[in-house]
């Protein structure tokens, strides 16, 4: 089979001025070739071919230019997803359209009802399989969260997506130390809300508040469960990061993203970790 193009360039003309190559990250470059070559050159690609490519080719590959779609590895493909709202059975099957195998982790039972790294661990499905959890909350991300804030370091990735009000909030995926949790987020949060630190954190844990008709329809939740399985997808296949004129140079490792449901706008706040204390 013939060499390809990298998904997202694109090799054309310009009239008048020769070949051009829109880069990955957006930009758009000239191809400094002579009009035979670049005839030859896009003969090879635009076909599959087993003869001898053209020795032009060697710099498109040398540049990162060349090469397949990138598939989901199956050593992390299994990812457990906890929660108990419609927006599990969404991110279930958007995960799977990723290429993942993604499974539903069944509730604790007993004193709390939370999960824990180790409770997590001693699962039947977990243990020895998983490469990531997803949390998912149609409301306020619950406190708890933070108790899974250690997978990382058993070598599971960790996502967090939750609901406040027709903001979904998409957490950073920590998958190594240093990555940003959970704990980390609601801190920062709690740390630029300034003086209103304590509505926060009162409207983090208010029972039953009284509310609009503000709860994920259908659409919302395809929408919600597109954008994580993306990144988990993202972190599966270590897809590297772009800082072009169309996309934001902030790591997916070190923004939170929220989408707002209503104008479909999306906005990545930088969050970093938060120092330990000194002793």
């Given at each position: 089979?013939?060499?390809?193009?990298?998904?997202?360039?694109?090799?054309?003309?310009?009239?008048?001025?020769?070949?051009?190559?829109?880069?990955?990250?957006?930009?758009?470059?000239?191809?400094?070739?002579?009009?035979?070559?670049?005839?030859?050159?896009?003969?090879?690609?635009?076909?599959?071919?087993?003869?001898?490519?053209?020795?032009?080719?060697?710099?498109?590959?040398?540049?990162?230019?060349?090469?397949?779609?990138?598939?989901?590895?199956?050593?992390?493909?299994?990812?457990?997803?906890?929660?108990?709202?419609?927006?599990?059975?969404?991110?279930?099957?958007?995960?799977?359209?990723?290429?993942?195998?993604?499974?539903?982790?069944?509730?604790?039972?007993?004193?709390?009802?939370?999960?824990?790294?180790?409770?997590?661990?001693?699962?039947?499905?977990?243990?020895?399989?998983?490469?990531?959890?997803?949390?998912?909350?149609?409301?306020?991300?619950?406190?708890?969260?933070?108790?899974?804030?250690?997978?990382?370091?058993?070598?599971?990735?960790?996502?967090?997506?939750?609901?406040?009000?027709?903001?979904?909030?998409?957490?950073?995926i920590a998958a190594q130390p240093g990555d940003t949790r959970h704990s980390d987020v609601r801190k920062r949060r709690l740390a630029a809300a300034g003086s209103g630190h304590e509505h926060?954190?009162?409207?983090?844990?208010?029972?039953?508040?009284?509310?609009?008709?503000?709860?994920?329809?259908?659409?919302?939740?395809?929408?919600?469960?597109?954008?994580?399985?993306?990144?988990?997808?993202?972190?599966?296949?270590?897809?590297?990061?772009?800082?072009?004129?169309?996309?934001?140079?902030?790591?997916?490792?070190?923004?939170?993203?929220?989408?707002?449901?209503?104008?479909?706008?999306?906005?990545?706040?930088?969050?970093?970790?938060?120092?330990?204390?000194?002793?």
């Open positions: 089979m013939g060499e390809r193009l990298v998904p997202g360039a694109v090799l054309f003309d310009v009239p008048g001025r020769g070949a051009a190559l829109r880069c990955p990250d957006g930009e758009i470059v000239d191809v400094a070739l002579p009009a035979e070559r670049t005839v030859a050159v896009r003969a090879a690609l635009a076909v599959d071919d087993s003869g001898d490519p053209p020795a032009e080719l060697g710099a498109f590959r040398a540049a990162g230019y060349l090469g397949g779609r990138s598939q989901w590895p199956v050593d992390n493909s299994f990812v457990g997803i906890i929660g108990s709202s419609g927006l599990v059975e969404a991110v279930h099957a958007a995960l799977s359209r990723a290429g993942a195998q993604p499974c539903v982790l069944p509730p604790l039972t007993g004193e709390g009802d939370l999960w824990t790294t180790g409770a997590l661990l001693s699962t039947e499905l977990s243990t020895g399989r998983l490469g990531a959890v997803c949390a998912v909350h149609d409301g306020p991300a619950p406190a708890w969260w933070s108790n899974l804030d250690d997978l990382p370091e058993h070598g599971i990735a960790w996502q967090r997506v939750s609901r406040e009000g027709r903001h979904a909030l998409l957490e950073p926060l954190t009162a409207f983090w844990s208010a029972q039953e508040p009284v509310t609009g008709d503000d709860a994920m329809d259908e659409l919302d939740r395809a929408a919600v469960a597109t954008l994580a399985a993306l990144d988990l997808r993202a972190w599966a296949v270590q897809a590297a990061e772009r800082d072009g004129s169309l996309t934001s140079p902030l790591p997916a490792r070190r923004r939170l993203r929220v989408l707002d449901l209503d104008s479909a706008a999306i906005t990545d706040h930088p969050v970093l970790p938060v120092p330990g204390a000194a002793p």
